[in-house]
């Protein structure tokens, strides 16, 4: 689709045809803001993707609203802007503005993705082919913790969930990672113990890839959390959601047939006519747009200006995500050194309790022979623990004879 330039544009493009036949589209994604885990960010940037692949070329510009306080809004991996509170402020920067959050705008160049009845739960299907296995293993932050199983812990973790959680890691030896409030790890870590499992604790400052990263390698995935459930069933279906009332004999089941990996991963076949849509519809709201009128400031300056921000951007990104990678190796070297020390640690007690048992067994062995040997030497008299008691009744059978006996020939001679 030819754009709809005005003539001043039109003049200047034919002196200067553009190899890819128009202009690049400036499209604006809303990221969400008020989330438990980064699975609407994680669909959002993977729906922004899916727009300007479909729209190319096109650039990217990622906002967040002013009252957003999630952790994520730092993401060194994107230059985010915040979402001024009156939109049309963005009139100039961006050629359409697409957000979930966005339907009772009115503004023109606002395009709301509900509006072909796509939701931020449908968008989450689009993480099968966002997050792909080999740059999902390049960003895990824990290489040692994969194939773990993976609680996502909140205030109402039972006792029930933890008592099979440690049943299905005993019993298939997996580790068991935590993440959610620390806090809430702390007592699903004791309740743990009780069971003779031990846990470990994600770091809680993973950055979106990064928590991808972890749900996408996990060997289960136990959690309450409705969003998650539904981002690992979109990559590999080993998940269980914990209800209410779940109980232990439904968790047994649910854990089984999770970790039996039989779940059918079906695509929703109307995903990707919505998507397209949605696509078709934020390209001709640009176009249609793109015969704005030019206002007095410098398009070279503000180009130049805004590319310099992003070259600073980016330098500062990379410097970033490479400290963060040297510092989650660090930290998953000094875990594997952990465990390594700590099997070697249980080695070692295992060979002291059985060199206790050997001396025990030595010591007792020992008295039996010291004690056949005095019997040998000394003879069995000396050796009786117990007394006679039919010699000694005899005994005194016959000391009472001679007492008669005596009396008898004193009586006699009386």
Known sequence: MNSTESTTVK????????????????????????ERHPVGWLATRALGTEIEWRNAPAELQWFVPQTATSRWTDDASLNISRLPENLDELEHDVDVLVGFELAKTTSEFVVDPTSVDLTLHDATGLLRRYLQPDPSDATHPAPALKESILVDIDDDTSDTVAAEVARHARSRELPITLIGPPDNQTRFATKLKDHNQTSTALDNDLDPEEFGAVVQYAAVIVTSDPALHQLANALHGRSVLVGDT???????????????????????????????????????????????????????????????SRQLHEQQSIHWRQQRRRAHQSIDALRQELLQLQKELDVARDDADNTRQALRAQHNRLNQLETEIARRDQGPARLQRSVDWHSVVAQIERDALRVLRWLRSQLGRG
Do not use: C, F, H, Y
């Open 246 to 308: 779940s109980d232990n004999k439904e968790l047994q089941r649910a854990l089984w047939s999770a970790a039996s990996n039989i779940a059918i991963l079906e695509s929703d076949r109307t995903l990707e006519e919505r998507v397209s849509r949605l696509a078709e519809i934020v390209e001709q709201t640009a176009l249609l747009r793109l015969n704005r009128t030019i206002t007095s400031r410098s398009a070279s300056q503000e180009r130049e200006r805004g590319e310099q």
């Open 11 to 34: 003049n200047d493009t034919a002196a200067n045809p553009p190899s890819n036949g128009r202009e690049t589209l400036n499209i604006g994604i809303v990221l969400p803001s008020e």
